[in-house]
């Protein structure tokens, strides 16, 4: 029986069983990854803060599916002698596999926390959430690593899982469970959607939570302006999705770079984080599908930053977003597209930001430049880098630049894309929202 609908229905049915914990001392905890999108929702419910337990398996070195023990934060190990003395580890060989964990363990939490520093469970309730448990190993080391770091308290709460795997969780003082099913088949069976949660995901989930708990919860209303258009630029017909909060108080026009499209994964993951915070956005495409194939089209900065400034006049003549502030999100070429369009036509725009961007095709204009600015480059990014380096000398107005550790041109690598949206949305916070006028 497929009893929940995805996890975030799974998170809301989750929280009318833990009612009574509102109003304590209370910390959940989700188990990345997919528990944290059930963690997120029993966090607002409570009304408590979101952290994230990470439990790295040590797998025995010949067979790293079986675990001989499991790490997690300030070096907690906790280890299964008799896994380890019947399968004759040595003490060399359970050193490596720990060393060896330990740095993907240090990876996830940086990307997780993206350097928020961790909840204090000394002395409160800690609730631990899982989307479910099979066998309840993970678990049962999560809520020993909660106990560790000085919960008094520990709760583990779960949708689904076997009677017997949850009355075998000693770890925990209560265990909470929706659906104990006795021919329990694999958590998945329970849900009807149970796609993959992505290390994204969790980022932004985290990232919400905690401004929720600081006051800062922007969450946009229900959209009013939610559709497909069609612009007429130079002849070409330019097709865009225009999503707007209500009110609109802010519109960030994203300029597209080659091989992308307003249909980009990407780009959409960045247009949801966006109007999370309350700014709305139009997915636009500079190029018709016959001209994205051109280099000569897509090279052709000026024609890009020219279709890109129409597209700014369409949306300020709509009446849901009369009064708005625009920004600019740029990409590879279009991020060169939107500073050449700014450095011509300053006063419309408010702020920009380029994710990847070659500002360096846009150098001649750089100096005309006097929109903030911001500077996103992945790590190993390496010739875009540079690039960006020496425009960020060039740039004419506020600006910034940040490096995202890791990341490839394509923010690919897990959390970097989260991590890259966030800083794009606190830019635009600042120019389009709040206006402060800071650097």
Request: charged share 25%.
């Amino acid at each position: 029986m497929q009893r929940f609908a995805d996890r975030a229905d799974a998170g809301w049915k989750l929280a009318e069983c833990l009612e009574s914990y509102r109003g304590l001392d209370v910390v959940v905890l989700g188990l990345p990854r997919g528990g944290v999108p059930v963690a997120y929702q029993v966090a607002c419910a409570l009304d408590a803060p979101l952290d994230v337990v990470v439990v790295r398996k040590l797998g025995v070195p010949f067979q790293p599916e079986v675990a001989m023990g499991a790490i997690g934060e300030d070096g907690i190990c906790l280890l299964d002698r008799d896994i380890i003395d019947r399968a004759r580890v040595s003490d060399g060989e359970l050193a490596e596999v720990v060393r060896r964990e330990e740095q993907v363990l240090d990876r996830r939490l940086a990307r997780y926390r993206r350097g928020r520093e961790r909840v204090d469970l000394r002395g409160r309730t800690a609730i631990v959430v899982d989307d479910g448990v099979a066998t309840g190993s993970t678990a049962r080391v999560a809520c020993r690593i909660a106990r560790a770091l000085g919960a008094s308290r520990v709760v583990l709460a779960v949708p689904v899982g076997p009677p017997d795997s949850l009355r075998r969780v000693p770890e925990a003082d209560t265990v909470v469970a929706l659906d104990e099913p006795e021919d329990f088949r694999a958590v998945g069976f329970h849900y009807r959607d149970f796609s993959p949660t992505s290390d994204d995901e969790v980022v932004v989930l985290l990232d919400r939570a905690s401004r929720r708990v600081l006051g800062d919860d922007l969450l946009a209303e229900p959209a009013d302006c939610d559709i497909d258009v069609e612009l007429v630029v130079d002849g070409a017909p330019l097709r865009g999705h225009l999503h707007l909060p209500q009110p609109a108080a802010a519109v960030v026009v994203f300029a597209h770079g080659s091989g992308s499209s307003r249909h980009s994964p990407r780009n959409r993951f960045v247009a949801d984080v966006l109007y999370a915070a309350g700014i709305g956005t139009l997915l636009f495409d500079l190029l018709t599908p016959d001209e994205e194939h051109d280099r000569r089209f897509v090279f052709d900065v000026d024609l890009l930053a020219r279709r890109l400034s129409a597209a700014t006049d369409w949306v300020m003549t709509r009446e849901e977003a009369v009064s708005a502030r625009i920004g600019y999100f740029g990409a590879s070429t279009g991020a060169a597209a939107a500073l050449v369009a700014v450095a011509e036509r300053p006063g419309p725009v408010a702020a920009v930001v380029s994710r990847g961007g070659r500002p360096d095709l846009a150098t001649p204009r750089l100096g005309d430049v006097v929109t903030p600015t911001l500077l996103i480059v992945g790590g190993e990014d390496t010739a875009v880098l540079d690039g960006n380096r020496r425009a960020l000398e060039a740039l004419g107005g506020p600006k910034n630049l940040v490096i995202v550790d890791g990341a490839s041109h394509l923010f690919e690598e897990p959390g970097t894309l989260a991590e890259a949206s966030i800083l794009a949305r606190d830019w635009f916070t600042r120019y389009l929202l709040v206006d402060d006028g800071s650097p």
